[in-house]
């Protein structure tokens, strides 16, 4: 669906995107994850065809947008931060209005009643839009981004502002997308990214520190492999069976009562079925083993030399 080639983007002497490559399937749900000023939406904006990038080229459903850049925008839908709403206008009249200039010239209203439905706006369709509540607008703003049917949407911090019962339904909505549209997210925000996103570009300083899958990002950045275990012992007895064993490196003891100890394990590879064949060796009685996946907040704070995002769940 999109194939981004060394894109750069200077503003002045500052290169808000420098050197982005990067390719995306038709159908994936994508998130664009970084802190505030990491040069997401202006990604966000050469994608939409809104801005021209200082260098390099990007192709949409195998177009040239640069070349075409009209025929590109018919296969996109956008909603910006801060998306472009007339608040005299009607929901059902400003639907029309933009699957109007969207190039829509045949079943409108169809295509209105279509953009509705998603977005579940049926109940506010004949209402003015500057008497909605926010989330309703935020609602307004997914629904002129998919009237037109576009193949893409491009979606930029699209639960800003909205209280916790409303990001709930916009993450629904957004997952609702998947399938029928390849959906790229924009946000700083990991919650926002972890429920709704099959693959992470994760955004630094205008470029790509990394990207893959949560597992496949937290691979990159793991040194070691950490296990949680709980045996029927103390944390004596523990301990000298993790010094028979080469592959760990150290371990913390979370608790200890009532005979049995809970430990974390840090091992210089995945030894988990060693450490279980010597603790029953021992006697030990093994009550639980896990091995100990990194979060998202863990895999950012490696890929983004330890800055914080904003954590929201």
């Keep these: 669906m999109i194939v981004a080639e060394h894109l750069t983007k200077y503003y002045g002497e500052r290169a808000a995107v420098d050197d982005v490559s990067f390719i995306i399937k038709q159908g994936e749900v994508v998130g664009l994850l970084g802190l505030n000023g990491a040069g997401k939406t202006t990604i966000l904006r050469i994608l939409s065809g809104l801005l021209v990038p200082t260098s390099g080229r990007v192709s949409i459903a195998g177009v040239d947008l640069a070349a075409n850049p009209e025929e590109v925008r018919a296969h996109i839908g956008f909603l910006p931060e801060q998306p472009p709403l007339y608040p005299e206008m009607t929901v059902t009249a400003f639907l029309a209005f933009v699957a109007r200039i969207k190039g829509l010239r045949k079943n409108i209203a169809a295509a209105v009643r279509e953009a509705l439905e998603v977005t579940d706006l049926v109940a ?166 896990e091995r100990v996946t990194l979060e998202l907040e863990s895999i950012f704070l490696e890929l983004t030399g330890g800055q914080q995002p904003e954590v929201r769940s």
């Design 124 to 289: 506010v369709a004949d209402d003015r839009i500057g008497t909605l509540s926010h989330g309703y607008m935020r609602r307004v703003g997914i629904a002129q981004a998919v009237v037109h049917r576009p193949p893409l949407v491009l979606l930029d911090e699209p639960t800003s502002g909205l209280d916790p019962v409303q990001i709930v339904h916009m993450r629904k909505l957004i997952r609702s997308l998947a399938g029928n549209h390849t959906v790229i997210v924009s946000s700083h925000i990991l919650g926002e990214i972890h429920q709704l996103c099959d693959r992470i570009l994760v955004v630094k300083q205008g470029r790509i520190a990394a990207e893959g899958a949560e597992e496949e990002l937290a691979g990159k950045v793991a040194t070691a492999t950490v296990v949680k275990v709980e045996v029927r012992g103390d944390a004596a007895q523990l301990a000298t069976v993790l010094k028979g064993l080469p592959l760990v490196s150290r371990h913390t003891v979370n608790r200890e009562a009532a005979g049995v100890t809970e430990a974390t394990i840090e091992m210089t590879s995945d030894g988990r079925e060693a450490l279980s064949a010597a603790v029953i060796r021992a006697g030990l009685g093994l009550r639980r083993l």
